[in-house]
């Protein structure tokens, strides 16, 4: 690490009041460790931001759009959730289900959800020709009088908005291609929090420490305003940063893999409702499509009649194999709770409880739930906005900040703080872990080791300057030790 | 793959090297007028090292895969600069030609070793299921990759398959790999053991540092002892992150076994 680790080429060490007011040379003492490790969490600091800043931004800009989507989907969606007017008593299953067949022609039934409000509309969803892959088409019905009010493709329960700015968010809508910007992102995201907090929070200030490590500095001087803007503003987001790496990270694509691995290893995996029958004349063989309607009524009952609450979604099981229907309550207080419904009996024969998932499972759930802004409605939206904005703010500082210190004799203006070494026990340690969680989030370990490469060998092939003392050195780019 | 011992002896030969690599990245990070290109050659070993423990246990694939096509880009490069820099001369060649010949070793063993090993070119551990996204319920939609020959369509379950003969030329490039790895790693094991001797006759001193046969190297990056024999010399000039406190010793001793763990592992796919 030619210069990442070792400092900026020539010219480029500005000075920097605050950063050398701060660091002092401290003798002796328990922060020794410090000493060696602060100069590589700078650098660390700044090449990561200066990389994946742009990543971010992008992605945190999507991220906010994505928290305004519920509030978008009632407004363009309004026809299709709710129905005109309640009157009366809900028709049966069957009757909606026979009216949104009609309406999807070709289509196989493949999930059913009866409204969880009076006013909303029951949606049934097809499995249907020329439908997106992972997309299904859905019918919305009015239970009250059987119309169906709307057909739409969806993601998930995703109604059309809301998944293209899902999928503008996790993909940049480039496909599996453009997973990898998320999965970039939030592998860094991480180390990005980590090392600013560590450094803002160790950083010395000899008066109001408590109150310039909490505030921003309003009426410093302009670079030090930044930096405490900066820093301040990054040390309360520094939780949700975390977070959202975290959760993001689960359902990443290649680091997605080693979190489910782990997860199954560890016996963390989400329980499910086995679909399987028990033996016996009472098992049908399989539910005809003419009869998905009247068998979903039957099961719906038997879970309603088994204390499974709405709101709910039924999903018919291939032949000889149990219908599950399962909660779906996403926000607090979750309601998962599933069971598994014989569809010819309607006899449930499995039953699983959220309340008996194991503690990892319930924390994906969660997490994921609010990552989403799902889990505490509106108050998780606001959240994540302001935390998506705060991001946003962040790394426009962040460039600013390496912006004005400009020009510097060297090209673009290095990490802050250049002429500082870190420690080899620091390296050391920095370089096991990254090992480690370089092999575990790949996406991070291979643009590591992508960074390091070039920067090694543009070291090594580059001829350096002879140095002003006359000594030969022509031979120090070459890789021979 | 490998016997679970074989596995283990590489596992503890390259996490040694890894290790030693390691240490010495940092100390050229660490210490003030390091050589760019010392850093970039002990990347080289830490990385090598790596990638030979995650070969010795099959978490790395063939060059179909994602980790075996990042180990290709990545091993290819080492071998095209290092190349570039012994063509032209600009290292001392023996210790260049030794890190080009290991960097090429590290390209063939991942491009040839499921035709050697009679796998398929899924090969590794590694899972093509994603973790989906829709709606975030996580549904996944797991592919199982070729785990092997065994197994593959056509074949009745649990019919047992040898096999395939490898390719002749990817048997004669193994060969002419462990011939060139041989030829390039002896001068650093001749050293590693002279340099040890020497230093277990040699009385109580001060710290020593090698010197080239063909003249005084008291200023001059010295090749890890590999291919240069090392000699004596005290009093030792001013510490020298590139030749080492302990006479060369150590770096040749690295040279060496990573040379000796590559043949064997060569040798092992045969």
């Known amino acids: 690490m030619s210069q990442v680790l070792t400092g900026p080429p020539s010219g480029d060490a500005a000075p920097d009041s605050e950063l050398s007011r701060s660091e002092p040379a401290r003798p002796g003492g328990a922060d020794w460790w410090w000493r060696g490790l602060r100069p590589l969490v700078r650098r660390l600091h700044f090449y990561v931001g200066l990389f994946v800043g742009p990543v971010l931004l992008v992605a945190a800009f999507t991220g906010l759009l994505y928290t305004l989507t519920p509030q978008l989907d009632q407004i363009v969606y309004r026809d299709a959730l709710h129905v005109a007017q309640v009157t009366g008593t809900p028709q049966s299953l069957q009757t909606q289900v026979a009216a949104a067949t009609a309406a999807v022609p070709g289509g196989t039934v493949t999930e059913i959800r009866p409204p969880g409000e009076p006013d909303g509309t029951t949606r049934v969803s097809f499995d249907a020709p020329g439908v997106r892959e992972d997309f299904s088409r859905t019918a919305f019905v009015d239970p009250y009088t059987g119309r169906v009010t709307a057909v739409l493709d969806t993601f998930g329960e995703w109604l059309p908005l809301r998944a293209w700015f899902d999928e503008l968010h996790r993909t940049l809508l480039l496909g599996d291609v453009g997973r990898v910007y998320t999965e970039f992102a939030a592998s860094w995201l991480w180390v990005l929090a980590l090392s600013g907090l560590s450094l803002w929070v160790v950083r010395r200030r000899r008066k109001a420490r408590v109150r310039r490590t909490l505030l921003p500095e309003t009426s410093a001087a302009t670079g030090n305003r930044l930096r405490s803007w900066h820093g301040a503003v990054g040390l309360w987001a520094a939780v949700g940063m975390l977070f959202l790496s975290a959760t993001g990270l689960t359902w990443s694509q290649f680091a997605g893999d080693n979190v489910s691995s782990l997860r199954e290893n560890l016996d963390w995996t989400t329980p499910e409702v086995t679909q399987t029958l028990p033996p016996g004349p009472t098992a049908a063989p399989s539910a005809p499509a003419t009869d998905v309607g009247a068998t979903s009524d039957r099961v719906l009952a038997a879970t309603r009649a088994a204390g499974l609450s709405d709101p709910v979604a039924i999903t018919p099981g291939d032949a000889g194999q149990a219908w599950t229907v399962a909660q779906v309550q996403r926000s607090w207080p979750e309601k998962r709770d599933a069971m598994a419904v014989d569809p010819g009996t309607g006899q449930v024969v499995d039953t699983v409880r959220f309340a008996d998932w194991p503690l990892a499972a319930k924390l994906a759930r969660w997490g994921v739930d609010a990552h989403m802004g799902l889990l505490f409605g509106w108050v998780s939206q606001v959240f994540l906005a302001a935390l998506a904005l705060g991001v946003m703010c962040m790394v426009v500082w962040g460039y600013r900040m390496w912006w004005k210190r400009r020009p510097t004799r060297g090209g673009p203006a290095g990490p802050p703080g250049g002429s500082q070494r870190p420690g080899a026990g620091a390296v050391i340690v920095v370089g096991v872990v990254a090992v480690v969680v370089g092999v575990f989030l790949p996406l991070l370990g291979v643009s590591l080791l992508a960074f390091l490469l070039v920067d090694v060998l543009r070291g090594a092939v580059r001829r350096p300057e002879a140095p002003s003392d006359g000594r030969d050195t022509s031979r120090s780019g070459s890789m021979a030790p | ?270």
């Open chain 2, 1 to 270: 793959m490998f016997p679970v011992g074989l596995s283990i002896a590489f596992t503890i030969v390259f996490l040694a090297t890894g290790a030693y690599s390691l240490v010495r990245f940092a100390r050229t990070v660490a210490v003030p007028g390091a050589a760019a290109g010392v850093r970039a050659v002990e990347l080289l070993h830490l990385l090598m090292s790596m990638a030979m423990i995650a070969m010795a246990w099959g978490w790395t694939g063939g060059p179909a895969t994602g980790s075996g096509t990042v180990q290709l880009v990545v091993f290819g490069a080492f071998t095209l600069v290092l190349g570039t820099q012994l063509a032209r001369d600009r290292a001392p060649r023996a210790a260049c030609a030794f890190h080009t010949v290991m960097a090429a070793a590290m390209v063939w063993m991942v491009a040839t070793m499921p035709l050697l090993m009679g796998m398929g070119g899924g090969g590794g551990t590694e899972a093509a299921d994603h973790a989906g996204h829709s709606g975030h319920t996580a549904a996944s939609d797991a592919t199982a990759g070729m785990a092997g020959m065994a197994g593959m369509a056509g074949m009745a379950p649990g019919t047992a398959m040898a096999p395939p003969a490898a390719p002749g030329w990817a048997v004669a490039g193994t060969w002419v790999a462990v011939a060139l790895l041989v030829l390039t790693a002896a001068p650093a094991a001749v050293t590693a053991v002279r340099t040890a001797r020497a230093r277990r006759n040699a009385p109580a001193a001060g710290p020593t540092t090698p010197v080239a046969p063909d003249g005084p190297a008291a200023d001059a990056p010295v090749a890890d002892g590999a291919g240069a024999v090392a000699v004596l010399a005290r009093p030792a000039p001013a510490p020298d992150l590139e030749t080492d406190a302990d006479g060369g010793l150590y770096p040749a001793a690295c040279h060496a076994l990573m040379g000796a763990g590559m043949v064997v592992m060569l040798l092992a796919m045969l």
